[in-house]
């Protein structure tokens, strides 16, 4: 059975610093991996996803996850915070054992951006 | 294009009503999907569709039940609303299967917030 675990609840950084959200993930498959992101009272939007191509993955708003294997990890890093990245991120992996779609979400990262 | 449209944004129960939260879609997309968000916590599967006519249970169906009579349209209803279903309902759409495809993007809809007291 697939499933994702977010290392860190709440993540607080400065502005202009260096983001880093961690991933591990658990698959008996080949998985396709997503970062969503989720903003106050908003919907989730698609950050970036992983599905078996280049193992370094760009998104939208300068974010990049790496597919690690080895380490079963697919951590989220941004080179420079900006305040408008305060949000709650979370690591998702797709249901490869049918064709569903199915998504298994992690329990989420609250992403704090500090002045 | 509207993309995912949810109604109602926001809805106060009494224990032992009955509602139904409306999801509509304009991307001609399969698949269909209907999610809760518990407070600090990640999505949950409720009930899903890979087509008008099919449907099927999700992680957490209990005290639900969907149909998917059009392409459109996937409405999740809730019979004799419990404390434990106050939640935010997300329902989200799927071009198709395919986990490798450029396909297998789940679209969110902005999530109607539900409250049974």
């Known amino acids: 059975a697939q499933s994702v675990t977010q290392l860190d609840s709440h993540v607080s950084v400065s502005e202009g610093t260096p983001v880093l959200l961690r991933c591990n993930y658990s698959?008996?498959?080949?998985?396709?991996l997503f970062w969503y992101v989720q903003h106050p009272n908003k919907g989730l939007q698609l950050l970036l996803k992983y599905t078996s191509a280049a193992t370094l993955v760009k998104g939208i708003n300068g974010f990049e996850a790496e597919f690690k294997k080895s380490e079963t990890s697919f951590h989220l890093t941004k080179p420079s915070a900006h305040m408008s990245d305060a949000a709650e991120y979370f690591c998702?992996?797709?249901?490869?054992?049918?064709?569903?779609?199915?998504?298994?979400f992690g329990q989420g990262t609250t992403l704090q951006v500090k002045p | 294009n509207a993309g995912v449209t949810q109604t109602p944004k926001f809805r106060i129960l009494k224990i032992g009503q009955s509602m139904t939260l409306q999801c509509t879609q304009d991307?001609?997309?399969?698949?269909m999907y209907w999610y809760r968000q518990d407070p600090g916590m990640g999505l949950k599967l409720i009930y899903y569709?890979?087509?008008?006519?099919?449907?099927d249970k999700g992680e957490v169906p209990n005290g639900y039940n969907v149909s998917r009579s059009t392409t459109e349209d996937f409405p999740l209803r809730l019979e004799l609303a419990a404390p434990s279903q106050t939640s935010v309902y997300f329902c989200a759409t799927q071009l198709a299967g395919g986990l490798t495809s450029s396909y297998n993007e789940q679209f969110f809809g902005p999530g109607t917030r539900l409250t049974v007291l």
């Open positions: 991307m001609n997309h399969n698949y």
């Open positions: 569709s890979v087509g008008a006519g099919i449907t």
């Open positions: 998702v992996v797709s249901d490869s054992s049918s064709n569903t779609g199915k998504l298994i």
């Open positions: 698959s008996s498959y080949s998985p396709s």
